[in-house]
């Protein structure tokens, strides 16, 4: 139950991406588990996806107490892709799994360029511990042991017939044993009567093979068993029990149960739950080595398409077993394929290409749906134009997700050249502008977003002023206040295939792409969401539009805007959402809400854990890995305001780089490390937490994009701002609060938080100038601006903004020696800081109250609020300021 729960809570809005990749969660978890056929189609995910998902779920099922075992038998039978999924489980940064994994392979059937060995490797770079255990086979005289029993003869007597068997089958002892039985059924080994033990013919036997061995018992049996034999290993090690009713269902192998009920009496195969399987891969081996290998395409064939037809008559439902009996047809494509069952193979694949693609299983996608369009007609498009059109839009997919753009592109620009209509062409196009977006192409695709809206009778502006900006902003604003959250819970749903709705879903990623290429478009874009909704409907794009909306009033400073309405339009928004399923939109809606709105009025813990759920959502989602970015961008920056532990900020850091670099995302990865700068230098001036990495993306992006020079000016003075304030570098703390306020498109959160620190700062150059309030007369202009903007924050959110107002109170009665308002100012600061959890403000709070009492002679108050001060930070995980802190509680110590 506790795991039931926890899955809940980690997957609830996206719950289906788990699904898809293990089916018996749903058993768990029912009532979450709703996708249908396309919803799980319409979800792109890569290995990476794949891996971060499962990742995820281990966190939550494993522990030290219950850690989960993995084991894997035969890995040098694995793809490179499985190895590469096994390292990602082990190596998750964050640590916080607990996968015991257990693999076996044999030595001799790899070579020394084998994937496993990178796995190995790879390993123990990360620093996973592992131990290497070798199984090798019995030793000579073990074996010389057990064949000296077995034939109840001394063992010098038998020394050279197991040193022959022991070259042969490397002491292993199931081949020993069956090697001594070949041996005897060939008459090599016999018993003789006159001597009264047993004999054997060492120069014969030495020129035996133990595969030929059993190929030669093998083909002593009788011919139905041999072939009973032969479709049992063309399937592999085993064959399930559909496949054994299907066969046994048709005239031409009707016998086929018997045959393998005597195989087992034979020792060839044994019966595991429903499954016949081989007793060993070498019998296997030797089965299949009974069909010629000049045969081996068409009996593979054969046997595919007289279980397709046969499943096909009798109206059967395959299932999963589609996978194995197209496997079989597959071995005859091309030339095997009659003209007749062409079409039929053709759908076959895209069926089980379609079932891959929903369990995101994308390279099986591929390789079916590769079949598929090699078996088209010429004339496919003109003959079977619908079924091209899903073919080679999933196929596109397919290799999107597979990491094959350029293939990708030219089967998405094939549905584009050939689709009869527009309407037909909006899924290739909205899929050619995510990848374009993604592949961080966004010229392209904001000129495919504008294209496609222009033909769906929708006009984006090349360029819009700050007037048109605000006339827009007001038009709607005044809609939706007479919009009651009741009345946009009710408004109609728009069809999911509607040309409205395809026009939301292009605005929406147009939304995307210009909050790095063209921002001034956002209040338009999010504007004209909302005006069609409100006219044809909702649907889940919508919520993204009014969520926008509300975030671009919320980062508005030009204009007279009311956050309370800004706040209200997200809640309704977010409302709004629950009216809809699929978790492809939360990593927009939580980027946009909790990034941008809910800032102003929820605590900003909430906000930085629901970032986190719209990165990790993203991440698993596919394609919505840019949005996930974004989302990434904001939760560092909130967690490191919010004053989460700096240890842990660091921790996640160091993940959201290392999982960026694996997605190749260049934009945020600038951003990302100058966060985990500040975190580190707050630690403890980076002195051993500091980390060598170099963005080199930063200056191509500049170069490349005004837009993105502005916000990471902006991200980087605000990070100087908060490193500087918090080792006491007073002047360039001023500096750099200058440069941040002098931004034309300085956000308003980040206005907020750089008014208070610069306020606070601007108190110390006052006390470093003997008090005489000199400096004040500088800074009071900054003062009364912060103060007069905290205390209008704080009206929305005391939660977020009311402690700050109380220390910026309590400085300035410090400062003007009202001594007795300060101090219940400090104790004001102090609670409330406590209330909201924000520990760095709370330490804060009483290190400046220490400060004060020091200042006014209680130096026994002084000391008490100062090593309060200490524990704060301590638990803040700020070494630096503990060592601080310690340094001024000597100080006084020693002056008193």
């Keep these: 139950l506790e795991i039931t729960n926890k899955i809940m809570e980690d997957f609830e809005s996206d719950f289906s991406v788990l699904a898809?990749?293990?089916?018996?969660?749903?058993?768990?978890?029912?009532?979450?588990?709703?996708?249908?056929?396309?919803?799980?189609?319409?979800?792109?995910?890569?290995?990476?996806?794949?891996?971060?998902?499962?990742?995820?779920?281990?966190?939550?099922?494993?522990s030290r107490l219950k850690p989960v075992m993995l084991f894997l038998d035969d890995l040098q039978w694995l793809g490179s892709t499985s190895f590469q999924?096994?390292?990602?489980?082990?190596?998750?940064?964050?640590?916080?799994?607990?996968?015991?994994?257990?693999?076996?392979?044999?030595?001799?059937?790899?070579?020394?360029?084998?994937?496993?060995?990178?796995?190995?490797?790879?390993?123990?770079?990360c620093g996973v511990e592992s131990t290497k255990v070798h199984l090798e086979g019995l030793s000579r005289e073990d074996l010389n042991l057990m064949i000296s029993e077995s034939l109840c003869i001394f063992p010098r007597i038998c020394t050279p017939l197991s040193g022959i068997i022991y070259e042969k089958t490397?002491?292993?002892?199931?081949?020993?044993?069956?090697?001594?039985?070949?041996?005897?059924?060939?008459?090599?080994?016999?018993?003789?009567?006159?001597?009264?033990?047993?004999?054997?013919?060492?120069?014969?036997?030495?020129?035996?093979?133990?595969?030929?061995?059993?190929?030669?018992?093998?083909?002593?049996?009788?011919?139905?068993?041999?072939?009973?034999?032969?479709?049992?290993?063309?399937?592999?090690?085993?064959?399930?029990?559909?496949?054994?009713?299907?066969?046994?269902?048709?005239?031409?192998?009707?016998?086929?149960?018997?045959?393998?009920?005597?195989?087992?009496?034979?020792?060839?195969?044994?019966?595991?739950g429903l499954e016949f399987k081989f007793v060993h891969d070498k019998v296997r081996e030797a089965a299949y080595g009974l069909i010629p290998d000049d045969k081996k395409s068409q009996f593979h064939y054969s046997i595919g398409v007289l279980l397709y037809s046969f499943s096909k008559e009798q109206d059967f439902r395959l299932g999963d077993t589609m996978f194995q009996i197209c496997g079989q047809i597959n071995h005859g494509i091309p030339k095997l394929i009659e003209p007749e069952m062409k079409r039929d193979i053709v759908e076959l694949n895209f069926e089980c290409g379609s079932s891959a693609m929903s369990r995101s299983d994308h390279q099986t996608a591929q390789s079916y749906l590769n079949n598929s369009l090699l078996l088209l007609s010429e004339d496919h498009w003109s003959s079977n134009y619908e079924f091209s059109l899903r073919l080679y839009f999933l196929s596109a997919k397919a290799a999107y997700s597979c990491g094959k753009i350029e293939k990708a592109y030219d089967l998405l620009k094939k549905i584009l050249r050939e689709g009869r209509c527009f309407e037909e062409k909006l899924d290739a196009y909205y899929l050619y502008a995510t990848i374009l977006h993604t592949c961080e192409e966004s010229e392209e695709a904001f000129r495919t977003c504008c294209y496609v809206l222009k033909q769906l009778n929708e006009e984006i502006p090349e360029s819009i002023d700050l007037k048109q900006t605000a006339l827009k902003i007001r038009e709607t604003g005044a809609k939706l206040a007479n919009v009651s959250d009741n009345d946009l819970l009710h408004l109609a749903k728009g069809e999911s295939d509607s040309v409205f709705v395809f026009t939301l879903k292009f605005y929406t990623l147009l939304l995307c792409?210009?909050?790095?290429?063209?921002?001034?478009?956002?209040?338009?874009?999010?504007?004209?969401?909302?005006?069609?909704?409100?006219?044809?409907?909702?649907?889940?794009?919508?919520?993204?539009?009014?969520?926008?909306?509300?975030?671009?009033?919320c980062q508005q400073n030009k204009f007279d805007i009311d956050i309370q309405e800004a706040?209200?339009?997200?809640?309704?928004?977010?409302?709004?959402?629950?009216?809809?399923?699929?978790?492809?939109?939360?990593?927009?809606?939580?980027?946009?809400?909790?990034?941008f709105v809910a800032l102003h009025n929820l605590p900003l813990q909430i906000c930085s854990s629901n970032l986190r759920k719209g990165f990790e959502v993203g991440i698993s989602g596919g394609e919505s890995v840019t949005i996930a970015s974004y989302n990434s961008m904001h939760l560092l920056r909130i967690a490191l305001l919010a004053g989460e532990n700096l240890l842990s900020n660091l921790k996640e850091a160091d993940y959201h780089i290392e999982i960026m670099t694996r997605f190749r995302n260049k934009l945020v990865m600038p951003y990302l490390q100058a966060y985990r700068d500040t975190i580190s230098t707050l630690i403890d001036r980076g002195e051993s937490t500091s980390a060598k990495v170099i963005c080199t993306e930063v200056e191509e992006a500049m170069a490349s994009s005004a837009v993105y020079a502005t916000r990471h000016k902006e991200t980087v003075y605000l990070n100087k701002l908060l490193q500087s304030f918090w080792l006491g570098y007073s002047q360039r703390c001023h500096h750099y609060a200058k440069k941040s306020l002098e931004m034309k498109l300085l956000g308003r959160h980040n206005k907020l938080m750089i008014l208070w620190y610069a306020a606070l700062n601007s108190f110390r150059g006052i006390k470093n100038s003997n008090g005489n309030g000199s400096q004040f007369v500088k800074v009071r202009p900054l003062y009364k601006e912060a103060m007069s903007a905290l205390r209008s924050a704080a009206e929305l959110s005391p939660w977020n903004f009311r402690n700050k107002v109380h220390l910026l109170e309590a400085e300035l009665y410090s400062f003007e020696r009202?001594?007795?308002?300060?101090?219940?100012?400090?104790?004001a600061a102090i609670t409330s800081s406590s209330c909201s959890r924000y520990i760095h403000e709370q330490g804060l709070a009483c290190e400046l109250?220490?400060?004060?009492?020091?200042?006014?002679?209680?130096?026994?108050?002084?000391?008490?609020?100062?090593?309060?001060?200490?524990?704060?930070?301590?638990?803040?995980?700020?070494?630096?300021?503990?060592?601080?802190?310690?340094?001024q509680m000597d100080r006084i110590s020693s002056s008193a």
Excluded at 523 to 550: E, K, M
Excluded at 818 to 827: G, L, V
Aim: charged share 25%; aromatic share 10%; glycine share 4%.
């Design 20 to 62: 898809r990749l293990l089916p018996n969660t749903k058993a768990l978890l029912p009532q979450l588990a709703k996708p249908t056929a396309k919803d799980s189609l319409e979800q792109i995910m890569n290995l990476h996806n794949v891996c971060f998902t499962l990742q995820r779920f281990l966190r939550i099922v494993s």
């Design 85 to 125: 999924l096994i390292q990602a489980l082990l190596e998750d940064k964050r640590g916080s799994s607990c996968l015991f994994f257990v693999g076996s392979y044999r030595s001799n059937e790899v070579q020394h360029d084998h994937a496993i060995f990178s796995l190995i490797e790879g390993l123990e770079s």
């Design 170 to 272: 490397v002491g292993n002892p199931f081949f020993a044993l069956e090697f001594l039985k070949s041996l005897v059924d060939s008459r090599l080994l016999k018993y003789s009567l006159r001597e009264r033990r047993w004999i054997w013919d060492e120069a014969k036997i030495k020129d035996e093979n133990i595969t030929e061995l059993l190929s030669s018992k093998m083909s002593s049996l009788p011919e139905n068993m041999q072939t009973a034999l032969k479709i049992c290993s063309s399937f592999g090690m085993r064959v399930d029990k559909y496949i054994v009713d299907y066969l046994s269902g048709t005239k031409q192998y009707s016998q086929f149960r018997d045959c393998l009920n005597e195989a087992i009496n034979e020792g060839f195969i044994h019966k595991v």
């Design 513 to 553: 792409i210009s909050f790095w290429k063209k921002p001034e478009l956002m209040p338009f874009l999010g504007c004209r969401i909302i005006h069609l909704s409100l006219v044809h409907g909702v649907c889940q794009d919508s919520v993204f539009g009014f969520i926008l909306y509300a975030s671009v009033l």
């Design 567 to 595: 706040c209200r339009v997200g809640r309704m928004a977010m409302s709004l959402l629950k009216s809809f399923d699929s978790a492809k939109i939360i990593p927009k809606v939580n980027f946009a809400y909790y990034g």
């Design 818 to 827: 009202k001594n007795h308002q300060a101090k219940s100012a400090y104790s």
């Design 849 to 887: 109250a220490g400060l004060h009492y020091k200042k006014i002679g209680e130096l026994e108050t002084a000391i008490e609020l100062l090593q309060k001060a200490k524990d704060c930070y301590k638990q803040w995980g700020s070494q630096l300021k503990v060592e601080s802190i310690t340094q």
